[in-house]
């Protein structure tokens, strides 16, 4: 947790430290035991859930700012996360209400003309990661979190329930175009393994192989002269992914574009 | 063009009015007798050439402001606009060669802690528009401009070229996903017209059979009971965008995802 200091210094003078008018926010997907989860974090004041966020330090690359602020937040590192939009039509953040609750025992000067009132654009990313795995920290602005299943979402802060919409929906279109399933099976996996990976993101059931057939056509996985032993009379063969194959295909346009 | 007061006051004072460390950048595509083409403006100062590019009110939603800047670069309004990405990794506008350029008689006094000298993320989107009905208008720091086939564009300033490569390539891979084409065919267009738009864009050979079956399969391209008459022996049926037919599709994910 952060000192009231801290969070004092932050608001004072953050904007030293920090661009101003833009912030990261990643969309957090959790895959495990075949459920999708999204997660959230519980505003102080406000009272209601929103997605992790934070800024862009002033020499920061954005790429290295949306992977810090995914380690800060979740201890993970070197997992998928990819930018898909920046939001700034209805999307403005204010953490006035917030900020009035955590520092009501400083009086309000404080406050005035602290950067953070600013209208903030937010430069939004995914990421899919194994949430067993992650230790969640909360924020300067947050106290509380939850692994949301992505139907069960609430109404959330900021407008962000159309950042969410999004995100799933580009998830959902770049399973066959990306590795992004990569960081939540093993090395290498059995059909049914990556089979249910896919049926949960999409949330639908796929015929089976078909969807081997699929996913052998476009050249994402390939299948291993290996077997894992799991019972006597059971040794499925083990499949693992191509990235070199899609990202090259990505580069140049023939995934969808044959 | 722009009086000198006026660019005196946009390097003191544009921060009042416009949000600062965020400027949009549209990649221009235009069409035209078969030729993709691109919009591209020389700078003062720097004698190279670079992006048209503006600057977000402060209390301007991003998508018209968007929209806002490509209407007053080429006069053009209702034209396919999206942005794609957002780039701040090693996209560092900076605006210092030019101004000293264009202040000389000033001095450089008046350029001392502009905002114009500050990191600047640039929001990218791009535009296909019919090159023949576009009007140029360049911007303060320009002076020219120059369609550029996509073949033949030269080094650009501020690392521009990835964000060009990056348009194209989005361009390339949502082309059978959006009615990217609407605006540079008549409302009813023949086969061959749409056939060579997307063979162009696509720089490749496309079997128009192929290419046919392919449209109607995605459904973004409908068959009219209605035939235009360009010879005694010859007149196409014509064909005409399906819009609401893919926009819904898009939102459900079921274009690629199934």
């Known amino acids: 947790m952060h000192s009231q200091e801290e969070l004092l210094d932050f608001i004072k003078n953050g904007h030293k430290q920090y661009l101003p008018h ?46 810090r602020i995914l380690e800060e937040r979740t201890g993970l590192k070197n ?66 979190y939850h692994w949301f299943g992505i139907d069960e979402i609430p109404e959330l802060l900021f407008e962000q329930n159309e950042v969410v919409d999004k995100a799933l929906t580009t998830l959902r279109l770049q399973l066959y175009h990306q590795p992004i399933g990569s960081n939540l099976l093993p090395e290498k996996f059995t059909l049914p393994e990556i089979h249910s990976l896919y049926e949960t993101i999409l949330d639908k059931k796929l015929d089976q192989r078909n969807f081997l057939r699929k996913m052998m056509t476009l050249g994402i996985i390939k299948k291993l002269d290996e077997q894992r032993s799991i019972g006597a009379h059971r040794s499925p063969f083990l499949y693992q992914f191509e990235k070199e194959n899609y990202e090259e295909a ?5 995934i969808h574009a044959n």
Chains 1, 2 share one sequence.
């Open 22 to 67: 833009v912030s990261i926010d990643p969309v957090i997907f959790g895959y495990s035991d075949q459920k999708l989860k999204i997660l959230l974090l519980k505003w102080k004041g406000l009272e209601g859930w929103g997605l992790p966020g934070g800024y862009i330090k002033r020499e920061e690359p954005i790429s290295q700012a949306a992977n």
């Open 79 to 144: 997992v998928f996360l990819q930018q898909f939009y920046t939001f700034g039509d209805s999307h403005y953040r204010t953490h006035e209400q917030s900020l009035k609750e955590i520092t009501q025992e400083q009086g309000e000067d404080i406050l005035k003309g602290s950067w953070l009132f600013e209208r903030t654009l937010s430069i939004s990313y995914f990421s899919l990661v194994d949430h067993s795995k992650v230790n969640v920290t909360t924020d300067f602005f947050t106290y509380d």
């Open 250 to 254: 990505l580069k140049q346009g023939i």
